[in-house]
């Protein structure tokens, strides 16, 4: 009989349970990270092994390494297949610990960007495609396995998941965690990666995509200033840019989100660190 062990509330790591009918012997990859909804998850299997997502084959790094999210509402388990290179496998479902997420009421928005006038629409759908695209990028690189430091310091002034209901009008969801500073305040790149996208945009004013692999990417919106250029390789810790009020803001913040291909993930979930105290 095949068991699976269907796995609720959060766990730093997971070691796989019983394999194929074989009660006693556990598998051989493990799966850590925050484990619920909205959060990016880190496998690690024997090198060489070829790893499935619900039946989709996942890129996998020379060792074995290899990374995947759950989607912020998802309820249902996610099913991580791994095939060992000396024959023989294991097959494993991982069902994300459920969030509970907050309304949040923003009022002060320039009202433009709220409800943005007709002749910019097309500008908006340009800018949303671009870095839809963007996000379809399966880079070879590993560099999200570092984890990631907080970018910038800064009351957190919005969190993941909240409904949004902006100038009275309900919106999307906010994907992204809020982080309240001063004009001007230095962003880090939480972790090595590529610039995939860095730009000035209508809703997201100075916006700046980083590749870190794999899919798994991060983004900063609403910069005063942005320091780096598309298809520039960053490092940990360098100034990427400044935290402004630029797009769709009430004052300067920062934006931070995190995605796995188009999921939207909570990048709050994987900070190694505490983040940092308010300026
Ligand atoms: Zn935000």
Redesign the pocket.
Known sequence: MRRRRFLIGASLSFAAGPAWGQAEKPARFSVAGALAQGSLALGSAPRGSLVALDGRPLRVTADGRFAFGFGPDQTKPSLVTVRYPEGGGDSRAFTPAVRHYEIQRINGLPQKTVTPPPEVLARIAHEAETIYLARFTDSGGADFLSGFDWPAPGLES?VFGSQRIDNGVPVSP?Y?V?MAAPTGTPIRAPADGVVAICDDYYLDGGFTLIDHGQGVSTSYLHQSKRLVKAGEAVGRGQRIGLIGATGRATGPHL?WAMNWFQLRLDPSLSTRKPKPDPL
Request: charged fraction near 20%.
């Open positions: 919005g906010h992204g809020d934006h």
